[in-house]
């Protein structure tokens, strides 16, 4: 499934995003052998929804319709798991508020499936409140339960990780659902 910037909701900036993690996954058909290429194709589709929703629709219930009934979201280095609905649909919520719109197209280097996963290796450009940019790589990996996401893990690369934490606020480790996992040289503060 190769979409341009355009077909995603008029090409705005987030679109490209979601254009750009989806049509490098393209090439990965053919070296994919755990999984068929229809269900490939249907996990992509999954995705396509979810980050649409998250990323360029900017819209919570559209995003939860995506996510399964027990899910559990970790971010590092942060060290965040975000466990449950409530507490993932919040960390959508401040994320779609405080942190996707400062999204700019980037570049995604691969995608990875078995029958129920995804892995995806991309690039963002993250446009920075006073000016300027900052490249950073992601790695996400999501798991899914039927046609539903079940987890997603989301490794923040090169300075991204102040601006997530910025987005989530100060209380949101506090939050029912919300641990952190202390670990040496993570970025906890």
Same mark, same amino acid.
């Given at each position: 499934?190769?979409?341009?910037? *355009? $077909?995603?909701?008029?090409?705005?900036?987030?679109?490209?995003?979601?254009?750009?993690?989806?049509?490098? /996954?393209?090439?990965?058909?053919? $070296?994919?052998?755990?999984?068929?290429?229809?269900?490939?194709? *249907?996990?992509?589709?999954?995705?396509?929804?979810?980050?649409?929703?998250?990323?360029?629709?900017?819209?919570?219930?559209?995003?939860?319709?995506?996510?399964?009934?027990?899910?559990?979201?970790?971010?590092?280095?942060?060290?965040?798991?975000?466990?449950? +609905?409530?507490? &993932?649909?919040?960390?959508?919520?401040?994320?779609?508020?405080?942190?996707?719109?400062?999204?700019?197209?980037?570049?995604?280097?691969?995608?990875?499936?078995?029958?129920?996963?995804?892995?995806?290796?991309?690039?963002?450009?993250?446009?920075?409140?006073? /000016?300027?940019?900052?490249?950073?790589?992601?790695?996400?990996?999501?798991?899914?339960?039927?046609?539903?996401?079940?987890?997603? +893990?989301?490794?923040?690369?090169?300075?991204?990780?102040?601006?997530? *934490?910025?987005?989530?606020?100060?209380?949101?480790?506090?939050?029912? /659902?919300?641990?952190?996992?202390? &670990?040496? /040289? *993570?970025?906890?503060?």
């Amino acid at each position: 499934m190769t979409i341009s910037r *355009r $077909t995603v909701l008029g090409g705005s900036a987030a679109a490209g995003l979601v254009a750009v993690a989806l049509s490098a /996954g393209e090439a990965d058909a053919s $070296t994919a052998s755990a999984i068929s290429v229809s269900d490939q194709q *249907r996990l992509k589709g999954l995705v396509q929804q979810h980050l649409e929703a998250e990323v360029v629709a900017g819209d919570v219930d559209a995003v939860m319709a995506t996510v399964a009934s027990n899910p559990v979201w970790v971010f590092e280095p942060l060290g965040y798991t975000v466990t449950g +609905r409530p507490a &993932v649909r919040e960390s959508y919520r401040r994320l779609i508020a405080g942190f996707f719109p400062s999204i700019l197209p980037g570049e995604n280097h691969g995608q990875w499936f078995t029958q129920d996963a995804m892995v995806s290796e991309d690039d963002i450009v993250l446009q920075l409140p006073g /000016g300027g940019q900052l490249l950073a790589p992601v790695t996400s990996v999501l798991v899914f339960d039927g046609n539903l996401l079940a987890s997603e +893990r989301v490794y923040l690369g090169h300075g991204l990780a102040p601006y997530v *934490r910025a987005a989530f606020g100060p209380d949101f480790i506090d939050l029912p /659902g919300v641990t952190v996992s202390p &670990v040496p /040289g *993570r970025e906890t503060s």
